[in-house]
């Protein structure tokens, strides 16, 4: 089989959207480090990341953490530990399950993920300020289908 104008141009287009990805997570890993920072000094940006999925499926247990994110259930329980000394999280017994516990954000938590996301929407608010509001929908459309499939192929 031999390659039309149209798949070398395609393979083109695709390693321009490889290029572009790499530079939008360079560009996230940046802000979810300087998010981190904000909502606690010293905070890893994994567990940041953590705190925002407890956030916003609380309440949460550790093994179900360790599934969504991909971690072993110890480094969710160093984790866990550091947002509770931080004052971000709680820990109380499962009522399902009295063996385990459940993980939710505290109030001083919730407030202080507010203040972080409140900035970081502002940020991307003002970067899309002079797009057309239909290119934002479609930008936000077209992230969400090449996110429905593993878009390295490993579903």
Do not use: C, Y
């Not at 905070?43 to 971690?71: C, E, N, Q, Y």
């Not at 984790?79 to 709680?90: I, K, M, S």
């Not at 009522?95 to 505290?106: G, K, L």
């Not at 991307?124 to 390295?152: I, K, M, Y």
Request: hydrophobic share 40%; charged share 30%; proline share 5%.
């Amino acid at each position: 089989m031999t390659d039309t104008p149209d798949d070398g141009e395609r393979a083109e287009a695709i390693r321009f959207v490889q290029s572009s990805l790499g530079d939008v997570f360079a560009q996230f890993r940046r802000l979810v480090k300087r998010n981190a920072e904000s909502l606690q000094p010293g905070l890893h940006p994994a567990t940041f990341k953590m705190f925002t999925v407890i956030a916003r499926h609380a309440p949460v247990t550790a093994s179900t953490l360790a599934g969504w994110l991909d971690m072993d259930k110890g480094q969710v329980s160093r984790a866990v530990r550091d947002l509770e000394e931080a004052g971000l999280v709680a820990r109380r017994p499962d009522e399902s399950d009295r063996r385990s516990f459940v993980i939710e954000p505290t109030e001083s938590g919730r407030t202080r993920l507010a203040v972080v996301r409140a900035r970081q929407e502002q940020t991307l608010h003002a970067r899309l300020a002079d797009w057309p509001v239909e290119d934002v929908h479609r930008l936000g459309e077209l992230l969400h289908a090449l996110t429905e499939q593993d878009p390295f192929g490993e579903d």
